[in-house]
């Protein structure tokens, strides 16, 4: 049997066993993810805001075309941190065999609403273009009018993920963060390895020691930033097969 077709079994197994402990995590990730996650929004909304300013001569602090544009692109920051940067919804189950959970942006269902409703009104000057302007509408309506058949089902999608824990497991416990980064030395095969995270330091370190009464024979390193965790040999075995 390969590596695939093992581990596809070990998912299913994984998935089949008792759940013996889980929990949920909400937000960015890391602890200073969301700061992160603004400033790019921010970033990018504030940076298209200066360019036009700098070319358009008539968009000055005193044109209402400016606070338009202004209160345009505040929107649309937000919109940049919430629908293309979300949150993410996180539910763990931790198993005999590792950890399998699912992940779900955190979007709330009235913006793939909007989305869809925006859609169906694209369709409809679409085929308003066409009538009104011709067959050379399709130049720049067709594409339009093909995003916005997509964007018609747009629904939130849910991910499934997972990670197998074998006794060559290592656990790396990030301090002062809910962030648990899983490695094993295994053979090029992924489902190995991950970052789990949780909600508070405490919840951490009950998932710590579920972990540790569990698998007794796997390792646990702290780390100060999550870098670090590559400077442990686990990673060195791995590259040392891939150049085998």
Known sequence: MSNGENTELLEEQLCAAQVIYS?????????????VKWGL?????????????????????????????????????????????????????????GIHYIEKDMIPDVAYQVVRGFAWVGIVVCVIAVFVLGPLAFVGAGGFALMSFGMTNFRPSIDNHYILI?????????????????????????????????????????????????????????????KDQYKHPVYQQEEEKATE
């Not at 929990?23 to 700061?35: D, F, I, R, T």
Request: aromatic share 14%; hydrophobic share 45%.
């Open 166 to 226: 074998s006794e060559r497991t290592v656990v790396f416990d990030l301090e002062n963060d809910g962030v648990l980064s899983f490695e094993a030395a295994e053979q090029d095969v992924h489902a190995y390895g991950g970052d789990i995270y949780t909600m508070t330091v405490d919840q951490k370190q009950e998932l710590l020691a579920t972990l540790r009464s569990l698998f007794p024979s796997i390792e646990f390193v702290k780390i100060k930033r999550l």
């Open 23 to 35: 929990w949920e995590s909400m937000g960015a990730g890391l602890k200073h993810e969301n700061m």
């Open 41 to 97: 929004s921010i970033l990018a909304g504030a940076s298209f805001l200066l360019f036009l300013w700098s070319v358009l001569e008539k968009l000055t602090v005193d044109s209402f075309a400016f606070w338009v544009l202004s209160g345009f692109l505040t929107l649309m920051v937000f919109a940049s941190r919430y629908l293309f940067l979300p949150d993410k919804h996180r539910c763990y189950q931790l198993t005999s065999l």
